[in-house]
């Protein structure tokens, strides 16, 4: 069953601490994605790599960390600096351009830190 | 700064009728043009897309509409149904290696 796949579904932590948000592929795409969600917002991206071992800031990366040690796999770190975390983010991939240029989102991690 | 520009922010329809959401971009750059479909608590997925050398491209209800002289592209759903509640969201990606540009996207709301 090829895919997406991000986990949990539902996140909760208490602030200061800081959480780390899998994401998953297995459609042997080389560029993956991190996008942030807020009620009634659009969306904003955080990270993304094009290639392993590599990864490039999107618009709003500052509380954010990201590695890509493997294709398959991008997790997010939210960081105790970010100021504003709860949110519902959003892990996508694609082939790299040239190739494909269609993307595909995950199911999305809803994360709320009180 | 590469931008695209949607509207209405949000759209009620009656069912059977016709939704029309609207994008506007500046940098011609811009090669592919997709359309994505999100319902509450998921996951946007791709409905529809379009390269800039088409002027028109349907699939089923869906039709994207592009005018590469405007820089406008929209997304007409014909015969709108209650299950087309959705936030649909346009995006254009630049030439190169550089992620999709999204825009803002349209709350639409079909009622019966």
């Known amino acids: 069953d090829g895919g997406i796949t991000q986990s949990p579904k539902y996140l909760f932590r208490k602030e200061g601490q800081n959480v780390t948000l899998s994401c998953e592929q297995n459609l042997n795409h080389d560029a993956m994605y991190w996008y942030r969600q807020d009620p009634g917002q659009g969306l904003r991206l955080i990270y993304y790599s094009q290639i392993v071992n590599d990864f490039q800031k999107g618009d709003i990366a500052e509380g954010y960390s990201v590695s890509r040690e493997k294709k398959e796999s991008f997790p997010l770190t939210v960081t105790s600096a970010q100021k504003n975390p709860t949110a519902f983010y959003l892990c996508?991939?694609?082939?790299?351009?040239?190739?494909?240029?269609?993307?595909?989102f995950g199911p999305g991690t809803r994360l709320t830190v009180t | 700064q590469q931008q695209v520009k949607q509207s209405p922010q949000s759209l009620i329809v009656q069912k059977g009728g016709i939704s029309i959401i609207n994008c506007a971009y500046e940098?011609?750059?811009?090669?592919?043009f997709p359309w994505y479909q999100q319902f509450p608590g998921k996951g946007p997925a791709l409905l529809i897309a379009i390269r800039p050398d088409v002027s028109e491209k349907k699939e089923g209800r869906f039709t994207i509409s592009f005018n590469k002289s405007a820089k406008q592209f929209s997304l007409h759903i014909m015969d709108s149904q209650p299950g087309d509640s959705a936030t649909y969201f346009c995006?254009?990606?630049?030439?190169?290696?550089?992620?999709?540009?999204f825009g803002k996207g349209t709350r639409l709301s079909v009622i019966a």
């Open positions: 995006a254009a990606r630049p030439s190169g290696n550089t992620p999709l540009v």
């Open positions: 940098n011609t750059a811009f090669d592919y």
């Open positions: 996508a991939s694609s082939y790299s351009p040239g190739t494909s240029h269609e993307q595909y």
